[in-house]
Every structure is written in C-alpha cells, then in structure tokens.
C-alpha cells in the first residue's frame, strides 16, 4: 500500500512475523466507552462471528457469482472492522467491496484468502495484547483500580519521556544513554504488559544499534499505548445514570 501518509503512521503495529497491522484500538475503546472487558467482548465476538460465518457466505457467493451478496458480507466486515479497530482488516474487505461494487469479481477469490490472513492476523493480535494486559494484571494482584493508575501514568508521561531520552541516545549515537533508555522502557512496558512494545525493545536491548533501526517502530508504539491507556475509563463506580 501507498505509505507516503505520515498522519496514519501511528496506527501500525509490528507482529511477530514481522508485518505491520495497521490497528486503532485506542479509537475502538473510545467507541466503548473506555470499558476494557467490554471492548474484549465486542472485539472477540465482532471478530469470531465474521470469520465464523461472513467468510464461508462470501465465498459461497463468489462460487456462485452474486455480486449482491458479496457486495453486502464485503461492506458489513469494512464496517464492523473499522468499528473494533482493525484498520488493515478493513481495508482488506473494502477492496473486495470495491470490486463487487462495480459488478465484477475478478480476482475475488484472491482478496477473500488475504481477508482471512488479515482476520487470523488481528485476532492473534487482540489475543496478544489482551494476555499481556492480563499477566500484567495479575502481577499487580489483580487490583485493577491499582493496575489502571500505573498504567495510566506509564503510558501518558513515563514512556514517553523515556522515549525523548531514547531519541536524544540515539541522534547522539550514545550507546550508554541508549542501552539505559531501552532498559528502562521495557521495565515500564512490561510492568504495564504492552506485548508488542516490550518485543520490540527486547530486540533493541539484545543490540542497541538495533535501537535506531527501531526507533520509529517503538515511538509508533509509545503513541499507540498513550491513545489506549488515555481511553480506558478508571472510574468504575462512576454510575450516577439518574
């Protein structure tokens, strides 16, 4: 795809296999509120229930050439998608959309197999970052009032600041200052259970001229965690509904 765009740069996220996913679960959260145990739910179910059985419908309907039908399962997975924050999922199903749109379906078959890659791709995403929230969580006993306030501040000030100190080792090519940046980025990610950030800067601390390789990706990563943690609503007794 056309990255030329720095304003999206944000939303990407690095997976294991070494793609990026384009992702904006701060968004989608907002969308819930800030209700963490609802987004999983929504994620979860939104997810499951379109690859369970949107995916099987539309290949069904492109082998029996219903332009309609794929049009209708195409569009409805670009939206829910989008909804949940799965953004390269979304643009996946729009490009079949697209073509069915236009009363074609060539090469359909094609965009239906890279839909399912991306579905695999952003449920082992969401199920990742949930387990890291979720250790996380249990090493702060379980306390989630606890847990959320230190997310919170790690997220919005802590790893950011950390972050400016990376930058500064890194244009300076300070190992020293880059080596303890790095170290004390992944105490923080890890104490907060930000998976992906955490890997990254494990790739970084095992070589710190791999920092600089990986500078943009672990910012990218700092900004996404700030926009998910500055989303979650801490404030679970709030139900003054009168």
């Known amino acids: 795809g056309g990255g030329g765009r720095r304003g999206t740069l944000q939303c990407f996220a690095a997976m294991d296999d070494g793609e990026n996913i384009d992702v904006d679960l701060g968004s989608a959260l907002e969308r819930c509120s800030g209700d963490l145990p609802l987004l999983s739910q929504v994620v979860t179910e939104t997810m499951q229930t379109s690859l369970d059985e949107q995916v099987p419908k539309l290949r ?13 399962h195409a569009h409805s997975i670009k939206g829910a998608s989008a909804t949940v924050g799965f953004l390269s999922l979304s643009a996946a199903a729009k490009e079949l959309d697209d073509i069915a749109k236009v009363g074609s379906l060539e090469g359909a078959g094609g965009l239906v197999d890279r839909l399912e890659v991306e579905f695999k791709r952003a449920l082992e995403y969401f199920e990742k970052h949930t387990k ?18 230190i997310a919170k501040e790690m997220a919005d000030s802590v790893l950011p600041e950390q972050l400016a100190q990376l930058e500064e080792g890194v244009t300076g090519k300070d190992t020293g200052l880059i080596s303890g940046s790095v170290g004390q980025m992944l105490d923080a990610s890890e104490t907060i259970g930000a998976y992906f950030l955490s890997h990254l800067l494990k790739q970084a601390s095992d070589d710190t001229t791999k920092a600089e390789k990986l500078f943009e990706q672990i910012s990218v990563e700092v900004s996404r965690l700030a926009s998910f943690w500055g989303n979650v609503d801490a404030e679970e007794e709030d139900d003054d509904d009168e």
Do not use: K, P, S
């Open 60 to 72: 069904q309907a492109i082998a029996e050439e219903d332009v309609t039908q794929v049009h209708f």
């Open 132 to 149: 890291g929230i979720d250790d996380a969580l249990g090493r702060c006993g379980g306390d989630t009032d606890l847990f959320y306030t």
